[in-house]
């Protein structure tokens, strides 16, 4: 068996051509495609407005500079993602604030989140939807009114991702979705894109993103340069195309390693869809203490390609326990989960073949 890799970003002739015509016959920053883009993604979420970022870093910070925010608020969000998230919040001068999730589907714990409310000023909240699991945003949105917050959607990781028939992205204030070269969809490059419903602020974001102009030579907010270039959108019109036929593969590799690997009780599979729709980003098991990197090690040796999502929880990144004085033991349930957690294959060029072999050697490794 050759190399079955963890992630492989598609990137065909259809895409290749679609940058080069946009090469050239638009401005190579914020031609026509971006435009076009801009529109067709705010369609598919379901929103009016979607404004395209340089980064999905770059999506989030917007979104909170574009709300009405106060500079130094605090923003509650979950230790066990991506350094981004709350990366974002202090690029924006606000404070990350921290709930532990639930050990179950790794997503931000509402009852802690809840705890977390009642005891301390906090004026927004950036749940994420972790590995493209939706998060439950009957539970976020009823604490967002209960508390008057703010509600950004983390959605880098679940492009297409649905909470009881609305898309991620469309539920919250903002929605922050990212393009980066891994994720489920891309623009062939870095990117993101903000999403709302809120005129208001998508006209501050426009702004912002392009250095703060209200036209060409009229700057009404000291902005940033955090546009996404021409060719990226077209890429990522072509990609959007595709974007669903993707995912409901994602769905079906889902299904089959949980079909291959139902009875192997040495792990804990990712939660099956309840109210929501995954369109597993990543496919996540949870291994028995110590036994990760043995697992990790042995699918090596077997030609699969493996990852860590995340090795460290927030808490535990030494920058944080700089800047915050995080010592660790913060967040029980993210520093067990950092320790176990152990991505396997998932992208939609997967064979079955391949999703076979990799549960094959799963089970390989616990029956011996």
Request: hydrophobic fraction near 35%; glycine fraction near 8%; aromatic fraction near 10%.
């Amino acid at each position: 068996m050759s190399k079955i890799h963890l992630m492989w970003p598609e990137l065909d002739k259809e895409m290749i051509d679609a940058a080069i015509q946009a090469w050239q016959n638009e401005k190579m920053v914020m031609g026509e495609s971006v435009l076009k883009f801009e529109e067709e993604f705010a369609k598919y979420i379901g929103v009016k407005h979607a404004i395209s970022t340089s980064s999905g870093t770059m999506a989030l910070f917007l979104a909170l500079m574009g709300s009405k925010l106060s500079k130094n608020s605090n923003i509650l969000t979950t230790p066990f993602t991506f350094i981004a998230t709350s990366n974002a919040i202090i690029h924006a001068g606000m404070n990350p604030v921290f709930a532990d999730i639930n050990l179950n589907n790794y997503l931000l714990d509402p009852k802690k989140s809840e705890d977390y409310l009642k005891e301390n000023n906090t004026e927004g909240m950036m749940p994420v939807h972790l590995y493209g699991h939706p998060i439950d945003m009957d539970k976020f949105m009823e604490l967002k009114e209960k508390y008057n917050l703010v509600l950004v959607e983390d959605c880098a990781q679940a492009h297409g991702a649905e909470w009881k028939g609305k898309k991620v992205g469309s539920i919250g204030d903002f929605g922050a979705f990212s393009f980066y070269s891994a994720k489920n969809m891309t623009v062939g490059g870095d990117g993101g894109m903000v999403t709302t419903n809120d005129d208001e602020a998508a006209e501050k974001i426009r702004s912002l993103r392009d250095c703060g102009r209200k036209d060409k030579y009229t700057h009404i907010y000291v902005g940033y340069t955090a546009r996404l270039n021409t060719a990226n959108a077209a890429i990522g019109r072509v990609q959007l195309k595709r974007l669903d036929a993707w995912n409901e593969r994602r769905r079906e590799i889902a299904n089959m390693y949980r079909n291959l690997l139902a009875d192997v009780e040495e792990i804990a599979l990712p939660p099956e869809d309840t109210h929501g729709k995954s369109v597993y980003h990543l496919f996540v098991i949870r291994t028995k203490k110590g036994e990760r990197d043995k697992l990790k090690q042995y699918l090596n040796e077997n030609n699969i390609e493996i990852g860590i999502h995340y090795p460290l929880s927030n808490n535990m990144q030494p920058v944080y326990q700089e800047l915050f004085g995080f010592k660790g033991g913060e967040f029980p349930n993210s520093e067990e989960a950092a320790k176990n957690v152990l991505s396997i294959p998932m992208h939609p060029g997967l064979k079955n073949d391949e999703v076979k072999y990799v549960a094959e050697k799963i089970r390989e490794y616990y029956s011996r």
